[in-house]
């Protein structure tokens, strides 16, 4: 009698569980104590947090909000950016970056990018550059950092402000400085499947200037310093008492938690590297990897096939992103071409990676992978 075929487990592209599972104690400790105390809104759960995140980054001030979007949005108008005004940035992103330009009346300009590091191509910024041009932002995408020396060069040369989006490389380094620590403001997303994340959303900015922290501070809370003396038209945008006190938790393994992604991804490199039909992720070129994302490339037409494959097999695999930002309908009226960005929309496929999966996990998945290209 014939066999049914067997079925693998499933395997999710971030399986959160084996974390909480290993947490939850400390977790519903810190919850409870939320409860106990009744302080939900800016409690000394937010106050320690801020503390201790500007402490492990090494920069002067970090101020917590609800998300990396408005910590994006909050960024730009601390630094002056409105109507009028252009701001240069990746294609390849996801839309919350130039969304949060869009959104505070600015035009987004977008300039390719790197075809092996998939960050803003740095000797191409300088021809969209126009005199309308107010800041930058490099997305420090998947972990991988962005090269920030010719960025900052060029905001020197021109008067601009760069803004780091650093959503999904929170930990990483740029040349022995924390990423997010480097422009004038980083902005940081701790979404719940990001290297650190909460149990909702949440975000952050940091920065060295002074003025600019207070100036964030401000708008976070409805453009006040002092409660119902309002000075500015801020946002309703500040991170939760219980949200603060689960990210505290979990804050003191993201140095763990980052190693192990940078360990599963040489991994990944061993079992992969003489695999024809794909391209890996680039290596570390200017700092420190953080492997939010393990995102290999599937040459000839194939990517959708691999992943059509793969998912017959319960392995899940995601791609970021399948239409660059110029191309969504929110930004078609541009009717502008960026070749690099374009390609890789067609063949990059992110696969399993987080601190917990196992060696065996990856086999499969690698294997599978391998299988699915014959």
Known sequence: MEQPPVTLKRVPVLDLGPE??????????????????????????????????????????????????????????????????EVVTTPFTFFATAEAISHVGAVPVFSDVDPLTFNLDVNRIEEVITPRTKAIIPVHLFGQVVDMDPILELADRYGLYVVEDTAQAFGAEYKGKKAGTIGDFGCYSFFPSKNLGAFGDGGMITTNNTVFAERVSMLRAHGSKKKYMNELVGYNSRLDEIQAAILRVKFPYIEEWNEARRRAADIYRELLGQ??????????????????????????????????KLAEKGISSVIYYPIPVHQLPVYHHLRISQPIAELLAGEVLSLPIGPKIEASVQQIVAESVIEALR
């Open 275 to 308: 695999t024809p039909g794909i391209l890996l992720p680039a290596e570390e070129y200017y700092g420190r990897h953080v492997y939010h994302q393990f995102t290999i490339r599937v040459l000839g037409g194939r990517r959708d096939e691999v992943q059509a």
């Open 20 to 85: 909480i599972m290993e947490l939850k104690p400390q977790l519903l400790r810190s919850i409870e104590d939320v409860l106990d105390k009744g302080a939900f809104i800016m409690g000394e759960n937010v106050k320690e947090f801020e503390r201790e995140a500007a402490e492990y980054l090494d920069v002067k001030h970090a101020i917590a909000l609800n998300s990396g979007t408005d910590a994006l949005v909050l960024a730009l108008l601390t630094a002056g950016v409105g109507p009028g005004d």
